[in-house]
Nanobody, 124 residues
Framework: QVQLVESGGGLVQAGGSLRLSCAAS????????MGWFRQAPGKEREFVVA????????YYADSVKGRFTISRDNAKKTVYLQMNSLKPEDTAVYYC?????????????????WGQGTQVTVSS
């Protein structure tokens, strides 16, 4: 089992940057693909980015490609989301999720474990 705790959210002006972290507990973190999803008020939770267990492959939603970067440190059991050139439409609660033996799916239904979320607000 994996427990996930996100941090790093906050309020930032458009064009600014934030770095989210997701710390995991459990001994098998390296066997999980990890994903970031986000949910804005009144909207469905949507895929943002995912990374395979080794970090060798990453997958991005078109809306964040070129602005966001996912990375992971398996020794620290942590996955990161560097967000640059933030836009007001990036405002949402951001969740990290773990997909055991996964390939970095874009579907939220493939992820077994979720963090509690961290709020990101981008002002115009």
């Amino acid at each position: 089992q994996v427990q996930l705790v996100e941090s790093g959210g906050g309020l930032v002006q458009a064009g600014g940057s934030l770095r989210l972290s997701c710390a995991a507990s459990g001994r098998t973190f390296s066997s999980y693909a990890m994903g970031w999803f986000r949910q804005a008020p009144g909207k469905e939770r949507e895929f943002v980015v995912a990374i395979t267990w080794s970090g060798g492959n990453t997958y991005y939603a078109d809306s964040v490609k070129g602005r966001f970067t996912i990375s992971r440190d398996n020794a620290k059991k942590t996955v990161y989301l560097q967000m640059n050139s933030l836009k007001p439409e990036d405002t949402a609660v951001y969740y990290c999720a773990a997909e055991r033996y996964g390939m970095g799916s874009r579907s939220k239904y493939e992820y077994s474990y979720w963090g509690q979320g961290t709020q990101v607000t981008v002002s115009s």
